[in-house]
């Protein structure tokens, strides 16, 4: 089949490399590259966050998890490395659906641990856009006003009409863009906000707990650089960082990695600011009181908008004799976490 992908970021990248992967021609079009895309800001740690339905997730987060396992052994090439991850749990809840499949899940007093990918999404991206073009397709800039526009820019670029025979496919990966593309008024943007420091040594994913309406508060080391996180806002879609946000942040950080590590706590204590370091320096042992403050990353904060909806729309529709479309979009904040399992299931929609 001739397909067009319409998105460039993590899921329509997977998908289009799967197709490739399938046999298939694939194009890629859309409106931003893949560096400015939401999935260039995530974190971005592999752990089903935000996104339904669960058992699906569940399903779809374990063949990404086996696809980045593979990847880690390139890491410099690829962005992902395999972290210890510690995820708060207070009240000492159950184990959650998804931790069925990890093999070295356990629950621990106030805490669940596991080892999961992590993965430095920029470099992730390159490798992926790097594979795709390897394999003969080609990404285009182009914005689509509706799926009519998607099927006549399939005709245009493959030099075809689609027909029973062979139809327009089109995979529709745009994300939040699904909102105006195909008039989806279940989904809405959720703000996340970031900042980005670098230590060499810190290299534990530490995970918050955090309640229904509380902004969720993470610790992620990647390749190069550590994220802080995060917010979760679905009121504003602005995406000028807040500098009151960031050091709002750095504070529940340097509370966060406490337990762990008491330089790098006070290391991101003194970076919010003298006042909050002078108070955060009671808490930790007198030889780490002097710790300066972390070092921030080139361009250090930043804000993206996870396309959310009640659930993942993953479903083939045909739309008319010869019009197929795929859809794939509504990951919320697991987009990177769920993606090589829902490519996979593209591919069968399509098979
Ligand atoms: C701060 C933050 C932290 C996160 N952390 C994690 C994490 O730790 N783990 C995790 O799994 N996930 C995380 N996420 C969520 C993850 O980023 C998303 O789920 C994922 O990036 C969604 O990927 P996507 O390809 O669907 O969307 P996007 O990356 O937004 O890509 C959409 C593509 O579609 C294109 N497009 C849109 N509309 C049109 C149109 N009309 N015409 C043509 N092209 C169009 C866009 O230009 C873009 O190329 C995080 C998100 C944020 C913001």
């Not at 750095?250 to 406490?258: F, G, P, Q």
């Not at 904060?301 to 909806?309: I, K, S, V």
């Not at 987009?335 to 399992?341: A, D, E, I, Q």
């Given at each position: 089949m001739r397909i067009l992908v319409i998105g460039a970021g993590v899921i329509g990248l997977t998908s289009a490399l799967r197709l490739q992967q399938a046999g298939h021609t694939v194009?890629?079009?859309?409106?931003?590259?893949?560096?400015?895309t939401t999935s260039s800001v995530a974190g971005a740690v592999w752990e089903p966050y935000a996104v339904e339905p669960m058992d699906k997730a569940t399903a779809w987060g374990q063949a990404a998890f086996d696809m980045f396992k593979e990847l880690s052994e390139d890491s410099w090439y690829t962005g992902v490395v395999m972290r210890d991850?510690?995820?708060?749990?207070?009240g000492n809840?159950?184990?959650?659906?998804?931790?069925?499949?990890?093999?070295?899940?356990?629950?621990?007093?106030?805490?669940?641990?596991?080892?999961?990918?992590v993965i430095e999404t920029p470099i992730l991206l390159r490798y992926l856009q790097g594979q795709f073009e390897e394999h003969g397709g080609q990404i285009t800039r182009n914005t689509f006003a509706s799926l009519d526009d998607a099927f006549a820019y399939w005709e245009m670029t493959f030099g075809a009409t689609g027909s029973a025979d062979e139809p327009c496919v089109v995979v529709n990966c745009t994300g939040l863009g699904s909102r105006e593309l195909v008039e989806d008024n279940a989904m809405y943007a959720g703000k996340g906000q970031i900042v980005r420091v670098v230590d060499p040594t810190f290299a534990f994913a530490l995970m918050g707990a955090n309640g229904p309406g509380e902004n969720p508060t993470y610790i992620i080391p990647r390749l190069t650089n550590i994220v802080l996180g995060g917010i979760f806002d679905a009121e504003s879609e602005d995406l000028t960082p807040d500098p009151n946000i960031r050091t709002d942040i750095?504070?529940?950080?340097?509370?966060?990695?406490?337990f762990k590590d008491q330089r790098f706590a006070m290391s991101l204590a003194r970076l919010a600011g003298d006042d909050f370091a002078?108070?955060?320096a009671e808490r930790v042992d007198p030889q780490y009181r002097e710790?300066?403050?972390?070092?921030?990353?080139?361009?250090p904060?930043?804000?993206?908008?996870?396309?959310?909806?009640s659930e993942v729309r993953l479903e083939r529709v045909e739309l008319a004799p010869g019009r197929v479309v795929v859809h794939n979009y509504g990951h919320g904040g697991g987009?990177?976490?769920?993606?090589?399992?829902c490519a996979d299931e593209v591919v069968r929609l399509l098979g």
């Open positions: 194009e890629i079009a859309a409106r931003d590259l893949p560096e400015a991850v510690w995820q708060e749990n207070p809840a159950p184990a959650p659906e998804w931790a069925a499949a990890l093999v070295d899940f356990k629950l621990r007093d106030g805490y669940y641990t596991f080892t999961a990918p750095l504070h529940r950080c340097a509370h966060l990695a406490l002078a108070s955060f710790t300066p403050a972390a070092t921030l990353a080139d361009n904060d930043a804000c993206g908008l996870r396309p959310c909806r987009g990177v976490t769920l993606s090589w399992g």
